[in-house]
Structure formats: structure tokens, C-alpha cells
């Protein structure tokens, strides 16, 4: 005979699921860990004329909608990383056509640009499956490679420096500069393959994708763009107009010393890049 539950006991179980998920919505939110909808998980790459922005400071970003997606820690392998300090990314997103462009931004209350002995540096990655076929999030798997694009705010420090360094002249009073060797970067963003943990490999050709970033206040802002057209498929993420493309994300914190897979991480989320107008 079935058992039929009764009517007012039904009622409390539904009652306390709700309880619970109020209390868990809140709970995350006085983390500040934002609560994504289904409808939050497409991500988009907004199709605009003329050159995309290549700052973090340029007005033209103020002009795209941001999406907040909450990052959580990287308990999947060892050594895992289950209280990152970063809670959330705010991404924006746009495309010319020809560039795509991602402005990625998050609380650090330090800026660890340097690495020395028992530091560690600030970063950033977003993540993108080489074919349609799904991989793992973290460094993809076996047979489905992920196509790793790393900011590092030690490179991106190389590089302003030298900028800096080039364009100052002679210091007041015949001051002699101090010398100082600054590594050449060809960008601010390492372009990486992997095939699943311990696989990571570093691409020959580099700079094809380009990055910029400043710290104030407490917030980083990294821009990462690069030319839609792939120059190596086999090794490069296909993104093109129109087509629905799985992305994912990753934060270090050098301040609280991750490093590797100790880390902030947001998994999977669709990458919508609007489609160019056929005249």
C-alpha cells in the first residue's frame, strides 16, 4: 500500500526547504557572495563599432553591463584551497568583430606585483575548451584541452617599468639611474594549454593575447583582449561571432599565499558572443 503523507506535515517540509534557502541566500550574501540565477549563466560579449578598449580606465567599458559571478575555493585536488579571499568577479565583455576584449575586476586589499623568497604574486585566468567538447575547469583533462589565458601582476609590473624606465630622460643634477634588469615581456598574459593537472604547458608563440591592468583602492582591473581569429586551432580557443563558447575563471591572491591550485575559482559559464550583421 503507498503511504500517503499527510497534508500539514508536506506543508512544514516545504515551509523548511524555503527557511533554508533563505537563510543560505542570506548567509552568502553577508559573505558578499552574490547568488547567480540560470539566466546569469551566459556571459556576453557585446558587439560594438570602432576599436575596443584596451584599458581598464577607458569610459568605454562604463557603457557595458557588468556581470558579478561569485567565486568559490578549489577543493577538487590537492592542495586544496577551501577559504580563497576573493568572493566575487565582476566581468564585462565586447567584441568588434575583429578583437574581443574581457575587463575583469575584484576586491585585493594588497598589491603583490613582485615575487621574491616566501612572496607570491597577484593573478587572474580565464579558461576556454578547445572544441566543443566539455572539460575540467581547473586545467581541462585528457583528450579535452583547455586554452589557459594568465595575467600575472608581476609581469604586468615588468612591463610598466620598463615603459616607465623608456620613456624617462636624464634625472635632475646628472642623477645616476640605478641599475636595475627588468625581464622583457612580449605581454602581461601567459598563453597556456593543459591536458588535466601537472600538464600545463607554455605555448611558444606568446602575445597574441594582450593585457593591461591597475590596482586602487583595493581593486584590481584587468583587461585581456585578443584577435577573434584563431592562428593555431588546434592550440587556440575558438572565439567567434555568434557562437556560444564555455568559459571559466580563476583568481590568486599572492597576499594570502596562493599559488598554483590554491585559488578562488568560478566554473563553467557560457560565453555569448553577439553576431556581426551581414550587409
Known sequence: MTRVEPLGLRSHSIISLLAGLLISALLLGWLGIPVVSSEGMFIRSHLMT????????????????????????????RPS??????RALVVRSVHNGTEIAFLLEWQDNTKNDRLSP???RDGLALGLPLGDAPAFFCMGQLDHYINIWHWKADWQSDIDR???RSTEGKREGGEVRRFEVIPRRSSSVEDLVG???STLTTK????????KATWKDGVWRVVMRRPLVSADPENEARLEPGRLQAIAFAVWNGENKERNGQKAVAPWYQLSIDPVAKL
Do not use: H, N, Y
Not at 63 to 68: D, I
Not at 81 to 86: D, I, K, L, N, T
Open 195 to 197: 591536458g588535466g593537472f
Open 50 to 77: 570602432g576599436e575596443i578598449p584596451s584599458a581598464p580606465d577607458d569610459p568605454a567599458w562604463d557603457k557595458v553591463p557588468p556581470m558579478t559571478l561569485p567565486l568559490s575555493g578549489q577543493v577538487i585536488t
Open 162 to 164: 620598463r615603459a616607465a
Open 118 to 120: 616566501g612572496t607570491f
Open 204 to 211: 611558444v608563440a606568446q602575445g597574441r593575447i594582450q593585457g
Open 81 to 86: 584551497w577551501p577559504e580563497p579571499s576573493a
